[in-house]
Nanobody
Framework: QVQLVESGGGLVQAGGSLRLSCAAS????????MYWFRQAPGKERDFVAR???????RYADSVEGRFTISRDNAKNTVYLEMNSLMPEDTAVYFC???????????????????WGQGTQVTVSS
């Protein structure tokens, strides 16, 4: 069993930056495909970024060029560096993981093996 714990959220002005962290328990972190999702009030949970075990990354169009996902397998941690933040980035950010890789990024929560509890990011205008 893997537990995911996010941290690093907070309140920031538009144009600012934040770095989110997701710490994973267990010794299988290096074999997990890691994701960041976000959910704004009244909206569905949306994909933000993915990093494979190989280090290859993929981003949602809305964050491409502004956000960077990375992982440190020695620390069992995945990061989301967020720059040039905009009010529309305001959401609860969730870390998720899959034991196996699929090219398709599902929107179904049940298609992911593990979820964190989320961390709030608020961007003021």
């Amino acid at each position: 069993q893997v537990q995911l714990v996010e941290s690093g959220g907070g309140l920031v002005q538009a144009g600012g930056s934040l770095r989110l962290s997701c710490a994973a328990s267990g010794r299988t972190f290096g074999r997990l495909v890691m994701y960041w999702f976000r959910q704004a009030p009244g909206k569905e949970r949306d994909f933000v970024a993915r990093i494979r075990t190989t280090g290859y990354t993929r981003y949602a169009d809305s964050v491409e060029g502004r956000f960077t996902i990375s992982r440190d397998n020695a620390k069992n941690t995945v990061y989301l560096e967020m720059n040039s933040l905009m009010p529309e980035d305001t959401a609860v950010y969730f870390c998720a993981a899959r034991n196996t890789y699929t090219a398709y990024i599902s929107s179904r929560l049940a298609d992911y093996d593990y979820w964190g509890q989320g961390t709030q990011v608020t961007v003021s205008s």
